[in-house]
């Protein structure tokens, strides 16, 4: 009986663990959907020249590959949607390395959208910091 009973809690005990791996990428996926648009504005308002794909990428890049930011793939429809939005413009340019590479930049609407955006992400995280804290009256 005793050997039954362990056999089904460490069975339980990977079923938690395995849950509780998927809620942690689906949390940080949420986390990083939401924010990636105000990183991406961030990154290019402090660019001292159009940047691509690629180099936008690498700087996204953290050293705890447990928790990326963004995929490279994820990377582009944001961009391109920030674009069509008008908060970024593009261009193509040919490489003589490779394939044209897309160089993008971000507009005065873009930098107007940032600052709204960077007041928003504050308030959020000020709210949200306090309730982990445990205060009430945030």
């Known amino acids: ?11 339980q005990e990977v079923r938690n663990l395995a849950y509780t791996a998927d ?16 990183v991406l504005l961030s990154i290019l308002a402090h660019a001292d020249e159009p940047m691509y794909g690629y180099r936008i990428a690498k ?8 928790v990326p930011m963004m995929k490279q ?4 429809p ?10 970024l413009e593009s261009y193509v340019d040919p ?15 873009g930098l107007e959208t940032l600052k709204t955006w960077t007041k ?14 445990g205060k009430t009256d945030v």
């Open 78 to 87: 944001v961009l391109r949607s920030l674009e069509s939005s008008g908060l």
């Open 120 to 133: 928003i992400w504050s308030q959020t995280k000020a709210f949200v910091d306090g309730i982990l804290e």
């Open 59 to 66: 700087l996204m890049e953290v050293d705890d590959e447990s």
């Open 73 to 76: 793939g994820a990377l582009y």
């Open 95 to 109: 490489s003589v390395s490779g394939p044209p590479r897309r160089y993008y930049k971000i507009t005065k609407s």
């Open 23 to 38: 809620a942690n990428k689906k949390f940080q996926k949420e986390l990083n959907s939401g924010s990636a648009s105000l």
């Open 1 to 11: 009986m005793v050997i039954i009973t362990n056999a089904v809690n460490n069975d």
